[in-house]
Structures are given as structure tokens and as C-alpha cells.
């Protein structure tokens, strides 16, 4: 296991009375070698702080974190394997582009060759700004050169806080394939993210958190599977739906709708008798976004005073 | 360790070149000496070439000790509240390391800024054909520990207070006004006869001792050596008491590093 995180709680004390605010609450997650897992949960999960914990940036007030074998400390040798990119784009920005790069690489490093520092600049789509300050830099950009920070050394655990937020699409895609090629090459990887579908693109393992604690923690492909008992269809719209057909979306003529597989057979009826095309047929796919719903929705309903 | 606390001051000082607040700081405190300065050299006939040498020489002392301290607290306070230590503390590089860097970065600016004052005096001293005094490498040395002193505090004290507290102390706080509110206070005390208020002053009077004890000085054993910065002449005498100010000096300096990195490592600054 390269992270254990086992009944960590983590308590802020917050406002002018110093009134205690319980951040993670008996949160645990384990991560093995060459896993992609994504830490998912709704704004004031406690994702980011479970993060800092992992990272060694705050000491749980209890339970108990190993990073590779043992707890993590800020600035300790284990960080030589380890890469970070954070939520915010929390950089020196009195530094150039360049220099920044130079400057984190170095910090694990040495001496980085400015033939390697230019390739990843190369590859982050950084080299014509290696001159500008990071405080003149765009968002995106400021993330790009973070990014170009991480894959500067190869590492064996990668960190990132919400990593495409404020990346165009072009670049939220080259990142996705810089990522997919890391851990192909060996890496873990933790993500904090709060986009769904782009992490049911990339990673191979879940943690909804909620209230600071995990709610649910499992393969993707455990979660992610075909629901046998009901079907997604799409057909030309028209006045009389059949009430067996669940509408979800009508638009430019084509409805979208969910249908029980043993009413299949009746739907194919009443579209070959209406003269209805059928555009889409197959069996329904829960996505990461409907697990995430329903087990935020059971986990609520389970606090939630009987 | 020594590679990375290479990099690390190479980055402050980087900071300290870029960033506008202590430009704005170094030019606002730089003109003040400088309009101080003007009457000093416009009325040179009246005043010997030596003084205004060593007017020049005390003034940048000044800015640099004005400087040292600014530059310590806003280092400091920059790097922690806009969270950027993050992308340090999170690399094999330990957080003791890039406190040197913050101690020993600006120690190193000071102590340019006073060697500057340094070599001003020697070039006026060899343009005005003054013979070269001693006193001006003893003020200058007297200078940087004085300095070092002042910012290692500032770094003490912004490692748990807001910059502009700090600060407010450093200036307010010091050694003058408590020997000063100490001897009020002893007045105060021979004037009443009331023991209750009696009782209160005498505690006050406590209170400010301790205070007085336990404030760093910066200018220690300024009595011993107040010659030097009248006549620029150095006794063997006033090299032992430079070296007691050093040694001082870097004392109290290890002491601020030793307490602000525990500091440091126990606090959230997230």
C-alpha cells in the first residue's frame, strides 16, 4: 500500500469564537502501486484537506496516515518520489515561467539540464512565455507550468488538486493524455476533482467522500456497468408517448428516454407502427455521475434524523 | 542541503529584486534620508567633509537597517499567505532549510546595503583626501549585527503575528522606550504616598523590567564604543566590544531561527 489514511480526523477552528469545525471525520482510504484513484465529493468534502493531510501539510488530530511506509512530514526525503499539483495556482509568481520550473525541479534535483527544462516547457505548450512572470500569467497557464513541474522528474506518486481548472479544452485533453502516459510509466496517481466525466475517463478506482469521511471507495469497473433491467433509446419525437417510456430529454425532433428491458419488444411495436426512427438502442450505462448522485443521496439520507 | 540553500536565497533574492512593495518601501525610506541628507550638504562649508562622510554612513545604515527589517517580514509573510511555501514544503526540502534561506537572504541584503555605506565613505574619504579611518569598517560591521539583530526578530515575530504587528513592535517596542517608561514610572513612584497605587506601580515597574531584560537590543554595548562613531577611531579596546556585539548578534539571531522553525513546523499555514 502506498498510502493508508485509517480514521484520520482533522478539526479547524474557525470565526471569532474558535469554534471547531470538523474538516475530516474518521476518513480512511488506501491506495496501492499503479493505482488511478479519484478522491470525488461535493464542495466542503474535505478533499483538499485530506490532501494536505496525505502531504504531510497538516498533522491529524487523529488517526493515522502512511505515506510509502511512513508518516508523511513537510519537506521529508519521501517527497523524492513524490509530485504535487495543487488546487490553486499557488506558485512564486515573482518568478519567470521558466525559472519557476527550474526553481521546483531544483528542489528535488540539483541541477536540472536546461535541454530537459525546455522539453517540458516543449510539451506543456510553455516555451514562447518562458520569459513571463508567473503573476502575468493566465490561469491556464499558471496550472500548465505547475504541471510542467510534476512531470519534470519522473515520480512514483502524483498528487493533483483539481488539475484542469481554468485549462481550455485543448489543453484539459493534452493534459489528460500527459496523465494516461504517467501512469502507464509506473505512477500512482491521487486526482481531486470535481469534473466526472473526465475522471471516468482517466482513473481506475473511486473514493466519494462527503462530511469528511469516504462514503464509498471501489473499482470504477465495479461501478460503472450496464443496468440489464433498462434500456436507452432514442427516436423521433412524437404527441403520444407511450406512460412505460421515461422521457429524459426532447430536442430537435429526437426524444431520449429510458424504457424497462422486458418493454423493449412493445416500444419496437409502437415505433415500426408510428413510423418512428430509431436512432439509439442499448442497454443503459450508469455513470460515474449517477453513482455519485446516489451514493451522496444514501449516505444524506442515512444522517438525516429518522 | 547546501544546493538547495543556494537556490532558495538565489530565489529570494529574486523576490527581493521583483517585488513592488519593497521597491516602494526602499524608495519611500531611501528619500526621507535623502531630503535629511540635502541640509547636510548644502551647508558644507559649515560642516567638515568628515562629518558629512560620516552623516552619509550612518544614514545608510539606517535605510539598511529599516530595509533588513521589512524585507525579513514581508519574505516571510509573502510566501505564507500566498501560500507558494506549499510548492516547497512539498519537495524533498526541508522547511528548517528554507528558513536559513529567509534569515540568511536578508542578512546577506543588509549587509550589501551597509557595505555599500562602506565603500562610499572609503571612495569620499580618498576623493576628499581624508585619511582612511578604521571606523568605517567597524561601523559597517557594527551596522550588519545591529541589522541582524533587527530582522531576526521581525522573522520571530511574523512567524506568529500579522507583518504590520511585527513591525509596529520592532519600531515601537525597543529597549529606549522601556528604560524610558521605567524611569517614569520610578518618578511616579517617588511622588505617591497612596500604597495601593504604590502596589500597582511597583508591578508596573516589574513588568517593564522584565520586558527590558527580555527585548533584544540592537545597538548592545553602544556606550563602550559611541567613540568610534564620533572620531571614526578604533581602539583595540572597541574590537573586543565588536566582537561581544557580534557574538550577540548571531546568538540571539540562532536563537530567533531555533524558534521561529519550530514555530514554523507546528503551525498550519494553509
Same mark, same amino acid.
Given at each position: 500500500?502506498?498510502?493508508?489514511?485509517?480514521?484520520?480526523?482533522?478539526?479547524?477552528?474557525?470565526?471569532?469564537?474558535?469554534?471547531?469545525?470538523?474538516?475530516?471525520?474518521?476518513?480512511? &482510504?488506501?491506495?496501492?502501486?499503479?493505482?488511478?484513484?479519484?478522491?470525488?465529493?461535493?464542495?466542503?468534502?474535505?478533499?483538499?484537506?485530506?490532501? %494536505?493531510?496525505?502531504?504531510?501539510?497538516?498533522?491529524?488530530?487523529?488517526? +493515522?496516515?502512511?505515506?510509502?511506509?511512513?508518516?508523511?512530514?513537510?519537506?521529508?526525503?519521501?517527497?523524492?518520489?513524490?509530485?504535487?499539483?495543487?488546487?490553486?495556482?499557488? %506558485?512564486?509568481?515573482?518568478?519567470?515561467?521558466?525559472?519557476?520550473?527550474? /526553481?521546483?525541479?531544483?528542489? /528535488?534535483?540539483?541541477?536540472? #539540464?536546461?535541454?530537459?527544462?525546455?522539453?517540458?516547457?516543449?510539451?506543456?505548450?510553455?516555451?514562447?512565455?518562458?520569459?513571463?512572470?508567473?503573476? =502575468?500569467?493566465?490561469?491556464?497557464?499558471?496550472?500548465?507550468?505547475?504541471?510542467?513541474?510534476?512531470?519534470?522528474?519522473?515520480?512514483?506518486?502524483?498528487?493533483?488538486?483539481?488539475?484542469?481548472?481554468?485549462?481550455?479544452?485543448?489543453?484539459?485533453?493534452?493534459?489528460?493524455?500527459?496523465?494516461?502516459?504517467?501512469?502507464?510509466?509506473?505512477?500512482?496517481?491521487?486526482?481531486?476533482?470535481?469534473? &466526472?466525466?473526465?475522471?471516468?475517463?482517466?482513473?481506475?478506482?473511486?473514493?466519494?467522500?462527503?462530511? *469528511?469521511?469516504?462514503?464509498?471507495?471501489?473499482?470504477?469497473? =465495479?461501478?460503472?456497468?450496464?443496468?440489464?433491467?433498462?434500456?436507452?433509446?432514442?427516436?423521433?419525437?412524437?404527441?403520444?408517448?407511450?406512460?412505460?417510456?421515461?422521457?429524459?430529454? @426532447?430536442?430537435?425532433?429526437?426524444?431520449?428516454?429510458?424504457?424497462?428491458?422486458?418493454?423493449?419488444?412493445?416500444?419496437?411495436?409502437?415505433?415500426?407502427?408510428?413510423?418512428?426512427?430509431?436512432?439509439?438502442?442499448?442497454?443503459?450505462?450508469?455513470?460515474?455521475?449517477?453513482?455519485?448522485?446516489?451514493?451522496?443521496?444514501?449516505?444524506?439520507?442515512?444522517?438525516? #434524523?429518522? | 542541503?547546501? *544546493?538547495?540553500?543556494?537556490?532558495?536565497?538565489?530565489?529570494?533574492?529574486?523576490?527581493?529584486?521583483?517585488?513592488?512593495?519593497?521597491?516602494?518601501?526602499?524608495?519611500?525610506?531611501?528619500?526621507?534620508?535623502?531630503?535629511? &541628507?540635502?541640509?547636510?550638504?548644502?551647508?558644507? +562649508?559649515?560642516?567638515?567633509?568628515?562629518?558629512?562622510?560620516?552623516?552619509?554612513?550612518?544614514?545608510?545604515?539606517?535605510?539598511?537597517?529599516?530595509?533588513?527589517?521589512?524585507?525579513?517580514?514581508?519574505?516571510? %509573510?509573502?510566501?505564507? @499567505?500566498?501560500?507558494?511555501?506549499?510548492?516547497?514544503?512539498?519537495?524533498?526540502?526541508?522547511?528548517?532549510?528554507?528558513?536559513?534561506?529567509?534569515?540568511?537572504?536578508?542578512?546577506?541584503?543588509?549587509?550589501?546595503?551597509?557595505?555599500?555605506?562602506?565603500?562610499?565613505?572609503?571612495?569620499?574619504?580618498?576623493?576628499?583626501?581624508?585619511?582612511?579611518?578604521?571606523?568605517?569598517?567597524?561601523?559597517?560591521?557594527?551596522?550588519?549585527?545591529?541589522?541582524?539583530?533587527?530582522?531576526?526578530?521581525?522573522?520571530?515575530?511574523?512567524?506568529?503575528?500579522? #507583518?504590520?504587528?511585527?513591525? &509596529?513592535?520592532?519600531?515601537?517596542?525597543?529597549?529606549?522606550?522601556?528604560?524610558?517608561?521605567?524611569?517614569?514610572?520610578?518618578?511616579?513612584?517617588? *511622588?505617591?504616598?497612596?500604597?495601593?497605587?504604590?502596589?500597582?506601580?511597583?508591578?508596573?515597574?516589574?513588568?517593564?523590567?522584565?520586558?527590558?531584560?527580555?527585548?533584544?537590543? /540592537?545597538?548592545?554595548?553602544?556606550?563602550?564604543?559611541?567613540?568610534?562613531?564620533?572620531?571614526?577611531?578604533?581602539?583595540?579596546?572597541?574590537?573586543? @566590544?565588536?566582537?561581544?556585539?557580534?557574538?550577540?548578534?548571531?546568538?540571539?539571531?540562532?536563537?530567533? %531561527?531555533?524558534? @521561529?522553525?519550530?514555530?514554523?513546523?507546528?503551525?498550519?499555514?494553509?
Amino acid at each position: 500500500m502506498i498510502l493508508d489514511a485509517r480514521d484520520v480526523t482533522v478539526e479547524f477552528a474557525r470565526g471569532r469564537r474558535r469554534e471547531k469545525i470538523r474538516a475530516l471525520d474518521g476518513f480512511n &482510504l488506501q491506495v496501492r502501486a499503479g493505482d488511478f484513484c479519484a478522491l470525488l465529493g461535493p464542495n466542503g468534502a474535505g478533499k483538499s484537506t485530506a490532501l %494536505y493531510c496525505f502531504l504531510g501539510l497538516i498533522r491529524p488530530d487523529r488517526g +493515522s496516515v502512511s505515506l510509502f511506509g511512513g508518516m508523511p512530514r513537510k519537506g521529508s526525503p519521501q517527497f523524492e518520489r513524490i509530485a504535487y499539483l495543487p488546487e490553486e495556482p499557488h %506558485y512564486h509568481l515573482y518568478l519567470t515561467v521558466e525559472e519557476a520550473i527550474r /526553481y521546483y525541479g531544483s528542489l /528535488y534535483d540539483e541541477r536540472i #539540464p536546461s535541454r530537459r527544462i525546455r522539453e517540458v516547457m516543449e510539451q506543456v505548450g510553455l516555451s514562447e512565455f518562458s520569459d513571463l512572470l508567473l503573476g =502575468n500569467c493566465s490561469k491556464g497557464m499558471k496550472q500548465k507550468a505547475g504541471i510542467a513541474a510534476c512531470i519534470l522528474k519522473q515520480c512514483d506518486l502524483l498528487f493533483l488538486d483539481e488539475p484542469t481548472r481554468g485549462l481550455d479544452p485543448i489543453a484539459t485533453k493534452e493534459f489528460r493524455d500527459i496523465l494516461i502516459r504517467m501512469h502507464r510509466g509506473g505512477t500512482t496517481i491521487l486526482i481531486n476533482s470535481h469534473i &466526472l466525466s473526465e475522471v471516468e475517463m482517466v482513473s481506475d478506482h473511486v473514493a466519494i467522500m462527503d462530511h *469528511g469521511r469516504v462514503v464509498l471507495q471501489d473499482e470504477l469497473r =465495479n461501478l460503472i456497468r450496464f443496468d440489464r433491467g433498462l434500456y436507452s433509446v432514442e427516436f423521433d419525437a412524437c404527441a403520444d408517448v407511450p406512460g412505460y417510456i421515461a422521457v429524459e430529454r @426532447s430536442e430537435a425532433g429526437v426524444i431520449r428516454a429510458a424504457l424497462p428491458a422486458d418493454m423493449l419488444s412493445a416500444f419496437l411495436s409502437f415505433a415500426a407502427g408510428k413510423g418512428l426512427a430509431v436512432y439509439a438502442c442499448s442497454l443503459k450505462r450508469n455513470t460515474l455521475e449517477d453513482i455519485f448522485m446516489d451514493v451522496l443521496r444514501g449516505a444524506r439520507d442515512d444522517r438525516a #434524523p429518522s | 542541503m547546501t *544546493g538547495h540553500l543556494r537556490e532558495q536565497i538565489r530565489v529570494q533574492i529574486v523576490f527581493f529584486r521583483r517585488n513592488r512593495l519593497i521597491r516602494a518601501v526602499g524608495l519611500f525610506v531611501g528619500i526621507i534620508l535623502a531630503v535629511m &541628507l540635502i541640509p547636510s550638504v548644502a551647508t558644507r +562649508s559649515s560642516m567638515t567633509r568628515f562629518d558629512l562622510i560620516r552623516r552619509i554612513q550612518q544614514e545608510i545604515g539606517r535605510f539598511a537597517f529599516v530595509m533588513g527589517v521589512a524585507l525579513a517580514v514581508l519574505t516571510f %509573510y509573502y510566501h505564507v @499567505s500566498t501560500r507558494c511555501i506549499k510548492m516547497v514544503l512539498t519537495k524533498p526540502c526541508r522547511p528548517e532549510g528554507w528558513m536559513l534561506s529567509v534569515f540568511l537572504s536578508t542578512v546577506l541584503a543588509c549587509s550589501s546595503m551597509h557595505l555599500l555605506g562602506l565603500v562610499l565613505a572609503t571612495i569620499l574619504s580618498l576623493v576628499w583626501t581624508i585619511p582612511f579611518q578604521t571606523g568605517i569598517i567597524f561601523v559597517a560591521i557594527e551596522g550588519i549585527a545591529s541589522s541582524t539583530v533587527a530582522l531576526s526578530w521581525a522573522v520571530l515575530l511574523a512567524t506568529f503575528l500579522h #507583518p504590520a504587528v511585527a513591525v &509596529l513592535i520592532i519600531m515601537v517596542i525597543h529597549e529606549r522606550l522601556l528604560y524610558w517608561l521605567m524611569i517614569v514610572t520610578m518618578g511616579a513612584m517617588d *511622588g505617591t504616598t497612596d500604597q495601593v497605587r504604590l502596589f500597582m506601580l511597583r508591578m508596573v515597574q516589574q513588568l517593564l523590567a522584565a520586558c527590558y531584560v527580555l527585548l533584544p537590543t /540592537y545597538s548592545p554595548l553602544a556606550d563602550k564604543v559611541k567613540g568610534v562613531h564620533l572620531s571614526y577611531r578604533v581602539l583595540a579596546m572597541d574590537w573586543v @566590544s565588536l566582537a561581544g556585539i557580534l557574538g550577540y548578534a548571531l546568538l540571539f539571531a540562532a536563537f530567533c %531561527y531555533v524558534v @521561529s522553525t519550530l514555530i514554523f513546523l507546528h503551525r498550519r499555514y494553509i
